[in-house]
């Protein structure tokens, strides 16, 4: 054979593999979306792959349910991409109800997801972290108890009592804290919108408050505006000192000397309600007899029940941590807190409050049970409402 035909039949032979590698291809289309789509439901390749795909195009939702396809589908990879991205679109909570359900389902085993990741969400196990109680140097007049459902929370509670510890003021008052309580935020269901107060199922601390040796809670869960109302003192679990000192002294009854909204300024603004730190329009001497001052104080108005038309008037002159959180606690204030806390008795305690729940459910054994508690606490509308 020449070398010339040798040549000539070694090309055709590759043009005529070439035409053979084409129409084999041709022959052989690629799955369409749908098709890969209903893949991605067993496939847990296919669904990461479509998630890393979203993703890319910023469908963020979209890839959200293909990465918790593959999560459920065995992709421990897919899970840890799931959990990120939808507390990054829907929040903590929602996240952990979404990992719970699972667990629920079958669809996830437990362990599946790290220790730390669910002491992140508020899923606790057996093995929870413990956080001492915290004892005044100068005796217990009040006694608070605290509760968080994240291990964020934890770590700032921790973080806050140490602060309480050194601060000179809060540390020289009869205040104790009880050892920190860990609840499932799932059980707690903690808000997570700025800009809004915190509410929380409060129900789900009833056998905590029953059991409890304690006249008030302290909640740090949630993301939003801080509270107290009801013996309930209601932080965010990214809160400062400051805004813990602020929200205690509301505790002691101390009112807030900015514009309160209508409703609040409803309730008050009141004829006849006497407040630490507040005199309303024309109540100075009923001021001075219920703290047993012989000189008037300082009035400086303010706009608290400017909304309920009555003019307010704190006692001193400077602006302080009630008109601004982040500001000083006065001497004056310190002292008025210091006097409240002899009398304890006379601030509700949340199990008044865990009564008044236990009848809207028409509970009336647990109402009595609470309201009981209360009045052995000292407060006298419990006894009230107890008497025959």
């Known amino acids: 054979m020449s070398l010339k035909f040798y040549r000539i039949t070694r090309t055709k032979s590759r043009f005529a593999g070439f035409f053979a590698l084409v129409l084999l291809c041709s022959c052989t289309e690629a799955p369409s979306q749908d098709e890969l789509i209903a893949r991605a439901q067993t496939e847990p390749a296919i669904a990461a792959s479509l998630a890393r795909q979203r993703l890319a195009s910023s469908e963020l939702e979209s890839a959200l349910h293909f990465f918790q396809l593959a999560a459920t589908a065995g992709d421990s ?5 799931a959990l990120a991205l939808r507390q990054r679109l829907h929040g ?3 996240t952990a109800i979404w990992l719970e359900q699972q667990w629920r389902d079958g669809s996830l085993l437990a362990d599946a997801v790290s220790q730390a990741k669910r002491a992140e969400l508020g899923l606790w196990g057996h093995d929870k972290p413990q956080v001492a109680a915290v004892v005044a140097s100068v005796g217990c007049q009040l006694t608070l108890q605290p509760v968080a459902s994240l291990q964020h929370g934890v770590v700032r509670w921790q973080q806050l009592v140490s602060e309480w510890q050194q601060d000179p003021q809060l540390s020289a008052l009869p205040v104790c804290f009880a050892p920190l309580q860990l609840f499932n935020s799932t059980a707690l269901k903690c808000s997570e919108q700025n800009g809004r107060r915190i509410s929380c199922q409060y129900q789900a601390l009833q056998s905590l408050v029953s059991a409890g040796d304690f006249t008030q809670l302290v909640v740090i869960a949630g993301r939003g505006g801080a509270s107290y109302n009801n013996g309930i003192l209601q932080l965010p679990d990214n809160a400062s000192l400051a805004l813990l000192r602020h929200e205690f002294m509301h505790v002691l ?13 409803a309730t008050v603004c009141q004829r006849g309600k006497h407040y630490p730190n507040l005199v309303l329009q024309g109540d100075t001497e009923t001021y001075l007899q219920q703290w047993q001052l012989s000189a ?8 608290t029940c400017q909304a309920a038309g009555v003019q307010a008037y704190r006692v001193i002159a400077e602006d302080n941590l009630m008109r601004f959180y982040e500001l000083d606690l006065p001497v004056e204030y310190f002292a008025l807190a210091q006097q409240i806390l002899t009398e304890p008795q006379r601030l509700m305690p949340v199990q008044y409050y865990f009564a008044h729940l236990a009848r809207q459910q028409q509970d009336w054994p647990l109402w009595q049970q609470f309201m009981q508690q209360a009045a052995d606490w000292g407060y006298a509308e419990a006894s009230k409402a107890l008497a025959p």
């Open 77 to 81: 990879d897919a899970l840890s991409h």
């Open 92 to 94: 903590r909570l929602n």
């Open 253 to 265: 009854g101390f009112i807030d000397e900015y514009a309160l909204a209508d409703s609040s300024a």
């Open 296 to 303: 008037a104080p300082q009035l400086t108005a303010v706009d």
